[in-house]
């Protein structure tokens, strides 16, 4: 899938394009039976709610082949590619769900402060793939962007104060199982601050991120985004794939996150034929 000037010319102005119909249905629906089977797994790759429910599950194409068919495709691979301006490889992947009236909110923030801060990640030469696996509406938590916040640089990236108001409960003790753990729950490690915010959706306004199942939004790590709680009756799951330039590696550091958050095989990803998906 080859991206037209003009859509390359959008995503470099708003830090993201959403494109409907990569996926049809019969994919999506492929995808959803795998997905609810990989988070079923009991393993540190898979992030909970406050309400016990899962919030996240990265790197499923460890186990699953389906999805490791998914990082490789065409479709996504080239677009990628274009937008970066240079070859990728996969940086992240991760299953993101939000279950209907269960599905909690994500702060606002910037990836690549993450990925800077956390993994040494040099430039934020990096484009996230966002497959959508339900149809997403303004009821059931869209992603919310800024346009053009991909431009303002990292801001608002000193790490927020950790309380003590819920060390007693399950979910606070479960944040403090890990060191990597504040990075992933709703809680976030770093969030923008609500001056920031205010700021710039006043000079650029916002964008809500919607479509049918089957749509992908393409979007830069430095663009500020956030999304709601799900309070309507329909799921909202989606699986995302962070593909970086191949000269923007990772570089050697002290305790690093583990490879299921920060992939450290840099090696060029080349897109593969599929029945199933092309």
């Not at 899962?54 to 499923?60: K, M, T, Y």
């Not at 490889?89 to 702060?107: I, R, S």
């Not at 991909?150 to 790490?159: I, N, P, Q, T, Y």
């Amino acid at each position: 899938m080859q991206l037209t000037s003009n859509q390359i010319k959008d995503y470099n102005q708003n830090g993201f394009l959403l494109i409907e119909n990569v996926f049809n249905q019969q994919s999506i629906d492929i995808i959803l039976e795998e997905m609810n089977k990989v988070i079923a797994e009991d393993c540190p790759r898979r992030i909970l709610e406050k309400n016990g429910e899962v919030r996240s599950f990265f790197a499923p194409e460890t186990t699953s082949p389906l999805f490791a068919e998914i990082i490789r495709l065409e479709k996504l691979i080239t677009p990628s590619c274009q937008l970066i301006g240079n070859e990728v490889y996969v940086h992240q992947t991760k299953l993101n769900t939000k279950h209907a009236l269960v599905g909690d909110w994500w702060e606002w923030h910037q990836d690549y402060t993450f990925w800077k801060n956390d993994d040494g990640m040099p430039e934020p030469k990096v484009v996230t793939a966002m497959i959508f696996l339900n149809e997403i509406s303004e009821f059931n938590g869209p992603l919310f962007l800024i346009p053009g916040t991909h431009k303002m640089g990292v801001l608002d990236d000193a790490e927020n104060e950790k309380g003590d108001e819920d060390i007693d409960t399950w979910f606070g003790q479960y944040k403090r199982s890990n060191s990597y753990i504040t990075a992933l729950t709703a809680d976030l490690k770093y969030t923008l601050k609500q001056r920031t915010i205010a700021k710039w959706a006043e000079k650029k306004g916002l964008f809500s991120a919607k479509g049918p199942a089957g749509s992908v939004l393409f979007f830069h790590g430095n663009t500020f985004h956030a999304s709601c709680s799900n309070l309507s009756p329909w799921n909202r799951h989606t699986f995302l794939i962070s593909y970086n330039a191949v000269d923007n590696t990772l570089p050697e550091i002290g305790n690093p996150r583990p490879d299921f958050i920060a992939n450290r095989d840099f090696s060029p990803l080349v897109s593969k034929k599929s029945e199933t998906f092309d």
